[in-house]
C-alpha cells in the first residue's frame, strides 16, 4: 500500500517571500501520479499541480513549481511570491494508473501568508 | 455553471436519525468519488463508481450506502447516524478512472455534517 507523509502541520510566511512545502512518500510502483491540492478556508478542494513520475521536467504552474525527486520519493511544493490567498490547507496526492482515479493523501499542511 | 455541486452544505441532526447528501456533475464525467475528511483534515476515500457502477469500496460501515442513479449522480444515504460519523464530506469526479493518463479529480464544494 502507498504512504504519502506531509511532515510539517504548519507553516508561516510573509506577504512576496517564497515558502516550500515537503512530502514524500513510499511506493514500489515505477509509474505514477503526485498531485498537489489546495484547500482554502471556503473549503473547496482545488488542484495546484501534478507530475507523472515517467516525466524527469519538474511541473511549474505559475507561481507553484514542485521538485520531484523520484529515487528519494519526494516530491515538494515551493510556493514564490507567496499571496495572502495562498492561505490554505494544502494537500500532497498519491495516484497509481489503472487504479480507478484513488488518491492517497497526506495530512495537510497548513500555510498562512501574513502581511 | 456549478462543476460538482452538493446538497446540503451543511447538515446537522441527531444521533439515530437517517440522512442523504446528494451530488451532481455536469463535466460528462464518467467516475464519481465520495471522500470523507475528519475534524483533523485527513481525507480517505470511500467509495467510487463508474458508469453508475460501484469500483471502489473501502473499509465504510455498511450504514453508508452510495447510490447511482446515473453517470451525472452518485447519491450517499447514512443509517443511524453516529457521534464519529461528523465530518466533512466531499464528492468529487473525474473523466476516466482506469487507464487514464492522470487521475485529476475535480472536488464539490463539500458538505458539513455534524451528529449531536
Known amino acids: 500500500a502507498q504512504t504519502v507523509t506531509q511532515s510539517q502541520p504548519e507553516m508561516s510566511v510573509q506577504e512576496a517571500e517564497t515558502v516550500t512545502l515537503s512530502c514524500t512518500y513510499d511506493?514500489?510502483?515505477?509509474?505514477?501520479?503526485l498531485f498537489w491540492y489546495k484547500q482554502p478556508p471556503s473549503r473547496q478542494m482545488i488542484l495546484v499541480i501534478r507530475?507523472?513520475?515517467?516525466?524527469?521536467q519538474n511541473a511549474t504552474e505559475n507561481r507553484f513549481s514542485v521538485n520531484f525527486q523520484k529515487a528519494a520519493k519526494s516530491f515538494s511544493l515551493k510556493i514564490s511570491d507567496s499571496q495572502l490567498g495562498d492561505t490554505a490547507m494544502y494537500f500532497c496526492?498519491?495516484?497509481?494508473?489503472?487504479?480507478?482515479?484513488?488518491?492517497?493523501f497526506g495530512a495537510g499542511t497548513q500555510v498562512v501568508v501574513t502581511p | 455553471d456549478t462543476a460538482v455541486s452538493q446538497t446540503p452544505k451543511y447538515l446537522v441532526t441527531q444521533m439515530g436519525n437517517d440522512k442523504s447528501i446528494k451530488c451532481e456533475q455536469n463535466?460528462?464525467?464518467?467516475?464519481m468519488y465520495w471522500y470523507k475528511q475528519d475534524s483533523k483534515k485527513f481525507l480517505k476515500i470511500m467509495f467510487s463508481?463508474?458508469?453508475?457502477?460501484?469500483?471502489i469500496n473501502e473499509t465504510v460501515p455498511n450504514r453508508f450506502s452510495p447510490k447511482s442513479p446515473d453517470k451525472a449522480h452518485l447519491n450517499l444515504h447514512i443509517n443511524s447516524l453516529e457521534l464519529g460519523d461528523s465530518a466533512v464530506y466531499f464528492c468529487?469526479?473525474?473523466?476516466?478512472?482506469?487507464?487514464?493518463?492522470?487521475?485529476?479529480?475535480?472536488f464539490g464544494p463539500g458538505t458539513r455534517l455534524t451528529v449531536l
Open positions: 468529487a469526479s473525474s473523466p476516466r478512472g482506469s487507464g487514464s493518463s492522470y487521475n485529476e479529480q475535480f
Open positions: 511506493t514500489s510502483e515505477s509509474n505514477y501520479y
Open positions: 507530475q507523472e513520475a515517467y516525466k524527469q
Open positions: 496526492a498519491f495516484g497509481l494508473p489503472d487504479s480507478w482515479g484513488k488518491l492517497q
Open positions: 463535466l460528462g464525467h464518467d467516475t
Open positions: 463508481y463508474n458508469n453508475k457502477e460501484l469500483i
